[in-house]
Nanobody, 119 residues
């Protein structure tokens, strides 16, 4: 079992930056692909970004490409989401997720952290 705990959310003005962190428990973190999803009020949860187990590849939704960066530190069992040039439409609850080892099936989810972008 993997426990995920997000932190770093908050209130920021449009154009500002935030860095989210997701700390994972367990000894298999380094073998898992990791991702971030988000859910805005009244909308379905959507994919934001993902990173392979070794950090060799990363993927982004078109809406965040060039503004958000995912990274990971396997020694610290932590994945990060650096969010720059934030827009009002980035307001959402952000969820960290981990895939089953060797797959892209996201099976473990954090409780989410609120990001609110104000004008």
């Amino acid at each position: 079992q993997v426990q995920l705990v997000e932190s770093g959310g908050g209130l920021v003005q449009a154009g500002g930056s935030l860095r989210l962190s997701c700390a994972a428990s367990g000894r298999t973190f380094s073998s898992k692909a990791m991702g971030w999803f988000r859910q805005a009020p009244g909308k379905e949860r959507e994919f934001v970004t993902a990173i392979t187990w070794n950090g060799g590849s990363s993927y982004y939704a078109d809406s965040v490409k060039g503004r958000f960066t995912i990274s990971r530190d396997n020694a610290k069992n932590t994945v990060y989401l650096q969010m720059n040039s934030l827009k009002l439409e980035d307001t959402a609850v952000y969820y960290c997720t981990a895939a089953r080892s060797g797959t892209s099936e996201y099976a473990y989810w954090g409780q989410g952290t609120q990001v609110t972008v104000s004008s």
